[in-house]
């Protein structure tokens, strides 16, 4: 922003996010309908072009929070090559990486859940990336409760990880 200030002579010039402070839900929401009818075209995934059929992969981050946004907006694709929502993660072994990346999401949206006075504090002291004079730390922390809240959503409707939330 800076740099094209000084080019533009322009000490007025900014650039914005208009999605900054939206979750991949709410982005996925305001998509015209043409768009959301190619949606299967896009890709998210860590590891697409390491798992057979180029199909997402359905267990790193990137796979677990694209299909939250997509169910929470009523798109159910079979894209993924591991439906790691149904599966009993019990049954995987503890150094399985779609095992320890649900439990880390399910880890990160209970403690969004949320947010009052006094577990804000607590919060920015976990997730110190959160104070940053780039963006607003209270509409960050509102997000993450949006996004905890989308995740809870559509985790109703798989039992499998509600039993993991208790």
Known sequence: ENIFRILLSNPYFEITNPFLYKTKA??????????????????????????????????CIPCISRRIALEYNGINLKEYHSDIFNININTLSDNDTGRRNLTDYLEFISKFKKITPQNKEE??????????????????????????QQSFKVFSNYPKVLKLLK
């Open 26 to 59: 709410e982005v996925v929401a305001i998509l015209p309908n043409e768009l959301k009818k190619e949606i299967h075209n896009s890709a998210t995934c860590w590891m697409i072009s390491h798992v057979p059929g180029e199909k997402h992969c359905g267990i």
């Open 123 to 148: 919060l920015i002291c976990d997730f110190p990336e959160l104070i940053n004079p780039a963006f607003d730390v209270d509409k960050a922390i509102k997000l993450y409760e949006r996004v905890s």
